[in-house]
């Protein structure tokens, strides 16, 4: 139903109605502050914003969905003030060349979280993660734009609205909405974002890929994940500030990883960004497997080119990660193949 009478309908009528997008008003507002907990916390602003506001809409102007988009979009301008954009290490200082340095805390840094796909599941907007708009790369291009360039941005590709319909929704010009789509477009490429290339959604290749990486890695068999990896491959860790590019400089920090924590590893399969993504556990005591990180992964022309792997326990509880499982001995991890080279 479409609301276009304040006046006629009831208020049961004008919750369900706004309800019907509260998923999709999330994952905007996820892209435009990318964090989940804020923008849980705008959504909710925004239906209280709507509901207060509801005889003051219009529906011969404008769809109840742009309208709460403007509110919503609105809200994240605002609280977007005197904030930059949430990075991912890869976002703030250079690679690493020693896998073996001191891991660098940064504590204090609003690191890009990942998005559940499970809130989105099973609910029209799950269409942004099968088209890879969500992607985790993406969100974080779009937090090197200013605030307002990233909302021009966004509108224009999530509602496909024409320029005069954002000037509206942000309460500016035509013109310039044009001039900072165009700043937006020329600061991505300055920064050699693909939008294209960031924007391919996952497929069944990627994720058979992410499946053979985790069996290398449960064999701790280092030369086999070697094989899986880009030239150009990536691996950043938040919170910590290290980060490490190309094939050797990733391998050597994973056989940093088994000496230090072991090679008796369990995975469990999550959905981040309409990405493969794993929880991975590692042997804690006698059947017990300890949560270490979150993985996300992205992958292009058969090999993996992104891992961000979470070590914070905020992000384990968006995605309702348990921090013990029990696997008996007989499930227990494959037999090696290669130990750390």
């Not at 840094?109 to 969500?134: E, I, N, T, Y």
Request: proline share 6%; net charge negative; aromatic share 8%.
């Amino acid at each position: 139903m479409v609301v276009t009478d304040m006046a006629t309908e009831t208020s049961d009528d004008f919750s369900q109605a706004t309800e019907r997008h509260r998923r999709e008003l999330l994952a905007h507002c996820y892209r435009m502050l990318g964090s989940v907990h804020d923008a849980e916390d705008l959504v909710q602003e925004t239906m209280l914003r709507a509901w207060r506001a509801r005889d003051q809409f219009d529906g011969t102007r404008a769809s109840l969905r742009t309208w709460l988009y403007r509110i919503a979009t609105n809200a994240c301008l605002t609280a977007l003030k005197g904030r930059s954009g949430r990075p991912l290490p890869s976002g703030i200082g250079a690679a690493g060349d020693d896998p073996d340095e001191p891991l660098i805390g940064a504590g204090e840094v609003p690191w890009l979280q990942p998005f559940p796909d499970a809130l989105l599941d099973a609910d029209p907007a799950a269409a942004m993660l099968s088209s890879g708009r969500l992607r985790l790369a993406l969100v974080a291009a779009m937090q090197l734009l200013p605030p307002r360039q990233r909302a021009i941005l966004i509108l224009r590709e999530a509602l496909g609205l024409p320029a005069a319909e954002i000037a509206e929704v942000l309460g500016t010009t035509t013109a310039a909405v044009n001039s900072g789509l165009q700043r937006a477009r020329a600061r991505l490429a300055e920064a050699q974002v693909d939008e294209d290339r960031l924007r391919q959604p996952a497929n069944a290749d990627s994720r058979a890929l992410v499946e053979r990486y985790v069996a290398a890695f449960r064999s701790a068999d280092i030369a086999a994940l070697k094989r899986l990896l880009a030239r150009d491959v990536v691996l950043e860790m938040p919170p910590f500030l290290n980060w490490y590019a190309g094939p050797e400089n990733y391998a050597g920090f994973i056989a940093r990883v088994f000496m230090t924590r072991g090679t008796d590893w369990q995975m469990i399969q999550v959905g981040a960004n309409g990405q493969p993504a794993v929880a991975a556990y590692v042997r804690g005591d006698a059947d017990e497997y300890l949560l270490h990180t979150l993985w996300v992964f992205s992958a292009a022309q058969e090999r993996i080119d992104r891992n961000v792997v979470f070590g914070d326990p905020a992000v384990w509880d968006l995605f309702g990660l348990q921090r013990t499982i029990t696997v008996p001995a007989s499930q227990g991890p494959r037999p090696a193949s290669g130990g750390p080279r």
